[in-house]
């Protein structure tokens, strides 16, 4: 890790330095293990005990934190500031390692002179890569792909034909883009009939997708992930499906075809969407919800089908009774039979 | 794409032409992007807007529609017609490539004159290959392994020893088949015992797998999937499952050992059913159902545990209002005791 | 398969042979199958019948059984003792077949003599191999990963930089150990900042890790599955979980981020748990439960959110009765209304 002085990192998330101004941090660590010369953070002011304890040369605080008896760094998000630091502390200027001569690289392509890519890669032909990207060992990238400036793509990942990837985009080991959707049509004998999967996949800048996750080309057109979401592992993204902006996709969510999300959308873990809905800006989906309908601006839900999160709520806490509401049900129709019986007397 | 006069392509559909016959197609787009040239279709009578305005030379349309103000071939399903010319239009003859240089082939196998072998192929010993069959970049195919004629695996697949693959099978991007079943015995001090898993994987014709899906090879026997199958991606298909004939199994599906399912079951994404139970032909399970028993042949299921999937729709819009009727309940009771004490009066 | 004299076999799973001390065997079946020279098994005394018409050499059978007209070997387990015994059988000498020519190794690596690392394999720097390690076609390792004596990682197989991998793992095709956690924090205006994930994937001797399945490194420290835990296909195991000894994840699981789990816990085909809490030792999860707060040792959970088990069973058969139920309050408050009606009068 580099060694940058504190005014520095200071500057770098707005934050107010009080106690030793001076001194050089070469570290980033939790509260519990910082060391000397390493910097931590610390997210609830309710909890001074580990402030008072770490053993830190400096740490990240919230506003509400005055002063300590160790040098503090007063920000606005101490979690926020503590990942802009950390990732500042790691920053390395790209040391271009060029092809390996165990890759293959086909025709016609278009490779800057500050790449890095590992052995085993296989690339196809008329591939146009950005400057500094980096593509790990075994991955597979088909014919006509396009990837932008600063992407990098770890091991054994495959990109097929023609898919388009933005700049900065992080694709981790075993994600697969541009399968083919899965769209059949039935004859009079009950076979599926494959469609043919003509589209692409468009994956915009600053977008991260987890290990082995899966997004499915268009059947026409784009499957498209726009700038900024995040998707987690082991996620299913259809043909055919649009996620705005800045959206996060937590692992094992599946997506079906056609349906597309607003920006900032939230999909929990092993959520899924049904196919051709559409969920608005900001609309957040409980872990294991699933969805079936179009969702409006800011809705947030639960179960499957997914209902308002404070009803979801309610209503769990009651299913959880069910055997006794059941006994209460029965024991009024007693009761009112009885009375009944009584009143007929 | 090739240039194809309407005719044939009619022909292809039982289609009846009505307008000008001569033209020729040599392409297939939505109705709303089609251009000069191109074909395309539409689905359903009652949307008759994109029929006028689309730019599309020629449109498969259902048999309701009579005539148009332009060239319109009548069949009876429009979007198995679409698939089925889409897929004519893009046909090309196999283009043998042979063996890449980098791709590394076992001792005494079986190599057609006809394939296309990647680089970074690496087959074991005593592999079958078919006439016709592509390997894709980076995927491994293990010892005794047999494939049929005109399947295709893309990039980075994994087939285990002594697994078969049937003729015109698609397999995508980073499944795993033939990997060991989940087998294990228990001893005194709780530690699992591996089970041997020295069965096989059999996939008979036509099947198309999605990607990154794992398909177990058997505790003994066979983990089978019949012909016409379609699984789609990040599928789980434990040992010794058995699926029948054109079953469609969305993304997510996971299905546990021993299960066997019919013909034309349709299991909706991420539903799952528990080991050993039996799902007789045309079962249909909705998204993200879980089958705990048998069922028998054309059973359409929701929930979990899986109901009939009309009751489970009306259950789910009860379950929603259950707050509601806690309180209902609640003041059933002391309706009842009010009455009881004004009866006693 | 090895030939091996029944005694000996018998001996190793401490079970009493009735019938013909010397046979050999040399191979291992299910009872249907089983022919001449082969053993077999049965797990439950009630059904006799294939007892009787098995064509095995010899059969594990329990305790319950005294004898029979063929050769058994009486065990406390058979189920266990059936897979101690096919073990043995399968069991050969490990045959070294060094490093294949197409296999890239990187600088400062320390490889015994006795490892078969098959062809495309990538190893990075500083990497430690132990003894009998087996490394399949296409598998990638970063730099820094210690992999312990007799471990076997599968084809397409990435580890990534600094992970440690303990004694007699096994690793099957296209998992992915060491990517990235999920973690973000966000900014004023709503963007995802990454925060840099430092720590490690740790994996005890004796795991088994199934196909495609995924385990996050540590934000900081390290993500750890114990001793002889066995983790099914298509798992996701989030940053800084923690599983303990024994405990079994079968297929599809998910687990997020700081989630602890005790030993011998047992979490059903797409169970999932929420971050940050703790399930001690030997909870069950039945299959599809979400688990959202901590478990204390040895409860039986089912749903989701998950209740005890018991609880869980008797609510869905409520649930299936929903409408009905909606009905029945109804009705009692039309009743209740009446009564009070004639009461007045």
Redesign the interface.
């Known amino acids: 890790m580099r060694k940058v002085d504190l005014k520095t990192l200071a500057r770098l998330v707005e934050g107010e330095i009080v106690g030793d101004c001076d001194i050089e941090i070469h570290g980033?660590?939790?509260i519990e293990?910082a060391g000397e010369g390493e910097m931590t953070f610390l997210v609830k002011a309710n909890r001074l005990e580990p402030l008072l304890n770490t053993k830190a040369s400096a740490v990240l605080v919230p506003l509400s934190i005055e002063k300590a008896e160790r040098t503090v760094v007063r920000v606005r998000?101490p979690?926020?500031a503590?990942?802009?630091i950390?990732?500042y502390l790691?920053a390395e200027p790209f040391a271009a390692e060029g092809v390996?001569a165990?890759a293959?690289i086909g025709k016609d392509c278009v490779l800057p002179d500050q790449v890095t890519i590992?052995?085993?890669v296989?690339i196809g032909d008329r591939v146009h890569l950005g400057q500094r990207v980096m593509i790990?060992?075994?991955t597979?990238i088909?014919n006509d792909v396009e990837i932008g400036d600063d992407t990098i793509l770890?091991?054994?990942v495959?990109i097929?034909n023609g898919c388009r990837l933005g700049k900065r985009v992080?694709v981790?080991?075993?994600v697969?883009i541009g399968?083919?959707g899965?769209g059949?049509?039935?004859?009079e004998k009950?076979?599926?009939?494959?469609?043919?999967q003509?589209g692409i996949v468009r994956i915009d800048d600053?977008v991260?997708i987890?290990?082995?996750t899966?997004i499915?080309r268009a059947t026409?057109?784009v499957t498209w992930i726009k700038s900024?979401t995040?998707i987690?592992?082991?996620a299913?993204i259809?043909h055919n499906v649009v996620i705005g902006e800045?959206s996060?996709i937590?692992?094992?969510v599946?997506l079906?075809g056609s349906t597309t999300l607003g920006?900032?959308v939230v999909l929990g873990?092993?959520a899924?969407v049904?196919g051709h809905v559409h969920l608005d800006d900001g609309v957040m989906v409980a872990?294991?919800g699933?969805v079936h309908q179009n969702l409006p601006k800011g809705a947030v839900v639960g179960?499957?089908?997914a209902?308002p999160v404070r009803?979801?709520a309610?209503?769990?806490?009651?299913?959880?009774?069910?055997?006794e509401?059941?006994r209460?049900?029965k024991q009024?129709?007693k009761?009112?039979k009885e009375?009944?019986k009584?009143?007929e007397e």
Chains 1, 2, 3 share one sequence.
């Open positions: 980033f660590a939790p293990t998000d979690y926020l503590s990942a802009i950390h990732t790691l390996h165990t293959d590992a052995p085993k296989v790990g060992a075994g597979v088909g770890k091991a054994n495959t097929e992080i981790h080991p075993g697969v399968s083919d899965y059949y049509a039935v004859d009950g076979c599926h009939i494959k469609r043919p003509v600053d991260e987890g290990a082995n899966c499915d026409y057109g900024g995040k987690d592992n082991l299913q259809a800045n996060l937590v692992a094992q599946g079906a920006r900032n873990g092993k899924s049904k872990a294991c699933g179960g499957a089908p209902i009803q979801w309610k209503a769990v806490a009651v299913f959880a009774k069910l055997p509401m059941a209460d049900v009024l129709r009761d009112i009375i009944r009584i009143n």
